[in-house]
């Protein structure tokens, strides 16, 4: 598996995205070491170990880890919407259960997220309309 599908958001809230799920990745016993992947794209890495290399010494692109130090989760936009994550290089180094946990961890901030901004609209226009 390399890539995941998401709960979409604007490009422009990747950011914000991002700290909140480091705000909260110790709530997920996978991706305790998650970190942000600064690259353009923006995204999320874990650690590469030798256990990973082990893993994938026999997968595609295999001789591109050289280039690697951490296993990089990229996001895909499209039309100005964050549509999903991809691994650097389609090299599958993430498990489906840190995928799972990753998505869930995403999912869950992006609802909050705009939840909050929503009711946060809502109470302004509600004290605009009774003022």
């Known amino acids: ?18 700290e909140k799920c480091m705000e909260q990745k110790d709530n997920y016993n996978l991706l305790i070491d998650l970190e942000i992947n600064y690259s353009c794209e923006r995204g999320f890495e874990l650690p590469l170990t030798k256990d990973w290399i ?3 010494s026999s997968k595609p692109n295999y001789d591109l880890l050289k280039y690697h130090n951490m296993r990089q989760l990229r996001f895909i936009e499209r ?8 691994c650097k290089d389609n090299i599958p180094y993430w498990s489906i259960k ?32 009774l003022t």
């Open 98 to 129: 840190e995928f799972e946990q990753l998505k869930e961890l995403i999912n869950d901030v992006s609802h909050s997220y705009i939840s909050t901004n929503i009711s946060s609209i809502i109470s302004s226009i509600d004290e605009n309309i």
């Open 79 to 86: 039309n100005d919407m964050v549509v999903g994550l991809r």
């Open 54 to 56: 082990n893993i994938l």
């Open 1 to 18: 598996m390399t890539s995941i599908t998401i709960y979409n958001f604007l490009s422009k809230n990747k950011e914000i995205i991002l």
